[in-house]
């Protein structure tokens, strides 16, 4: 992952079980003495529209994102708005949950920072988060809201401007956000000649192409349209990293263990469900422009 572009199950809120009685108490007639007892079954379906959960900040939901965190993912380094992918995303799993936009506070953590193992100042996190077994030893993850490949970003005359295979840019500088599932693709897909170098944040890696201090750098997709079309002056994409497992799937991260996994999660499989999750990739995610995978 790095920054900046532009997923469906439907679910029932399941009624606590405290419920049962007190409205039994309320009926007329009592029941017969012959009548069996009233009995609950539990599933596996977790409770979704609850008004409250067992939150960092009793009664809010405090999100962490990147500082900064790009567009299209969030317009203006400004999640608050509700501007951009994943903060659209975030507002509409929070109205899931049952809680307002006012109930939603923002705050802002470094990639490396939120996958690394221990207590967290924030209930969840999202910032092209790539849902891995390894992270999930230290983490855990919704369901995905969003799949995409990683892709090759470059400079117009560069040495790898116009290169169309995987073998061609063997040779090339390359250079990648550390901990990211970018780094991982570049060396196990691209398998460069040259050490990669390594950066604390996105915008470190954009920078050294900028400086030409790199020849090329590694995003996902959408973060590679916008950079071209917006970030860099004569940016040009090489082409997309094919994956033998789909794509990468983004999920939120919340801490390990945490009691709103289940929840979070059942509230993207509805919007996947009821077709919002697509609206929003339709709003804000562009998927117009065909990118060829690199063989």
Same mark, same amino acid.
């Given at each position: 992952?790095?920054?900046?572009?532009?997923?469906?199950?439907?679910?029932?809120? #399941?009624?606590?079980?405290?419920?049962?009685?007190?409205?039994?108490?309320?009926? !007329?007639?009592?029941?017969?003495?012959?009548?069996?007892?009233?009995?609950?079954?539990?599933?596996?379906?977790?409770?979704? !529209?609850?008004?409250?959960?067992?939150?960092?900040?009793?009664?809010?939901?405090?999100?962490? /994102?990147?500082?900064?965190?790009?567009?299209?993912?969030?317009?203006? &380094?400004?999640?608050?708005?509700?501007?951009?992918?994943?903060?659209?995303?975030? %507002?509409?799993?929070?109205?899931?949950?049952? *809680?307002? &936009?006012?109930?939603?506070?923002?705050?802002?953590? +470094?990639?490396?920072?939120?996958?690394?193992?221990?207590?967290?100042?924030?209930?969840?996190?999202?910032?092209?988060?790539?849902?891995? @077994?390894?992270?999930?030893?230290?983490?855990?993850?919704?369901?995905? *809201? %969003? /799949?995409?490949?990683?892709?090759?970003?470059? %400079?117009?005359?560069?040495?790898?401007?116009?290169?169309?295979?995987?073998?061609?840019?063997?040779?090339?500088?390359?250079?990648?956000?550390? $901990?990211?599932?970018?780094? +991982?693709?570049? &060396?196990?897909?691209?398998?460069?000649?040259?050490?990669?170098?390594?950066?604390?944040?996105?915008?470190?890696?954009?920078?050294?192409?900028? &400086?030409?201090?790199?020849?090329?750098?590694?995003? @996902?997709?959408?973060?590679?349209? *916008?950079?071209?079309?917006?970030?860099?002056?004569?940016?040009?994409?090489?082409?997309?990293?094919?994956?033998?497992?789909?794509?990468? @799937?983004?999920? #939120?991260?919340?801490?390990?263990?945490?009691?709103?996994? !289940?929840?979070?999660? !059942?509230? #993207? @499989?509805?919007?996947?469900?009821? $077709?919002?999750?697509?609206?929003?990739?339709?709003?804000?995610?562009?998927?117009?422009?065909?990118?060829?995978?690199?063989?």
């Amino acid at each position: 992952m790095i920054r900046p572009r532009p997923l469906t199950r439907t679910l029932l809120a #399941i009624a606590a079980v405290g419920l049962v009685l007190p409205l039994a108490a309320c009926t !007329a007639t009592p029941a017969p003495e012959t009548s069996s007892p009233v009995t609950t079954t539990t599933t596996d379906t977790p409770t979704v !529209a609850q008004p409250t959960l067992d939150t960092y900040t009793p009664g809010v939901l405090t999100v962490a /994102t990147g500082d900064p965190a790009y567009s299209p993912w969030v317009e203006d &380094n400004d999640p608050t708005t509700g501007q951009g992918f994943e903060s659209a995303v975030i %507002y509409a799993v929070a109205q899931q949950l049952g *809680y307002t &936009n006012d109930q939603v506070v923002w705050v802002r953590t +470094t990639f490396d920072a939120a996958i690394a193992p221990g207590p967290k100042a924030w209930d969840m996190n999202i910032q092209q988060f790539t849902i891995t @077994d390894e992270r999930k030893q230290a983490v855990d993850f919704s369901t995905p *809201y %969003y /799949t995409t490949n990683q892709a090759i970003v470059t %400079y117009s005359g560069s040495p790898a401007d116009g290169v169309t295979t995987l073998a061609g840019l063997a040779g090339i500088k390359f250079g990648a956000q550390v $901990g990211t599932t970018s780094l +991982t693709a570049l &060396n196990d897909i691209v398998k460069p000649t040259n050490q990669p170098k390594i950066f604390n944040s996105s915008d470190d890696v954009v920078h050294a192409l900028v &400086n030409k201090q790199v020849e090329a750098i590694v995003v @996902d997709l959408p973060t590679a349209l *916008y950079l071209t079309s917006a970030e860099l002056d004569n940016g040009v994409i090489v082409g997309q990293l094919s994956s033998s497992s789909g794509g990468d @799937d983004f999920g #939120i991260l919340l801490p390990k263990g945490s009691s709103l996994t !289940a929840p979070v999660s !059942a509230a #993207i @499989d509805a919007l996947r469900a009821d $077709g919002t999750l697509a609206q929003i990739q339709q709003k804000w995610l562009s998927d117009s422009i065909s990118v060829p995978v690199l063989q």
